[in-house]
């Protein structure tokens, strides 16, 4: 089984950065997306960014440029660093992977998820 894990969320204020790092567990043999979510209390899970092997990558309109997501292939990890942050970018982010692994196939899968909080 897939695991993801998750790291970097915490406390910021308004303005400030934050980096926010996943790894795949070792099974995962390829590895074509991965990205991050996030829920905000109240509100439906929405896309934040997203990279493919290619790599391309994909942002939501409410990035407007202040985040960047990046991968090390060679270590099956995602980051998202989140500079300019805004008291609205707080919510629980989620990482995201659809990964091909013998014994599952293609999937898709979930980290725990991890706070971040934006103070104004």
């Known amino acids: 089984q897939v695991q993801l894990v998750e790291s970097g969320g915490g406390l910021v204020r308004a303005g400030g950065s934050l980096r926010l790092s996943c790894a795949a567990s070792e099974n995962a043999v390829r590895i074509n997306i991965m990205g991050w979510y996030r829920q905000a209390p109240g509100k439906q899970r929405e896309l934040v960014a997203q990279i493919t092997t290619r790599p391309s990558t994909n942002y939501a309109d409410f990035v407007e440029g202040r985040f960047t997501i990046s991968r090390d292939s060679a270590k099956n990890t995602v980051i998202l660093q989140m500079n300019s942050l805004k008291p609205e970018d707080t919510a629980v982010y989620y990482c995201?992977?659809?990964?091909?692994?013998?014994?599952?196939?293609?999937?898709?899968?979930w980290g725990q998820g991890t706070q971040v909080t934006v103070s104004s």
């Open positions: 995201y992977a659809n990964i091909y692994t013998w014994s599952q196939g293609s999937k898709d899968y």
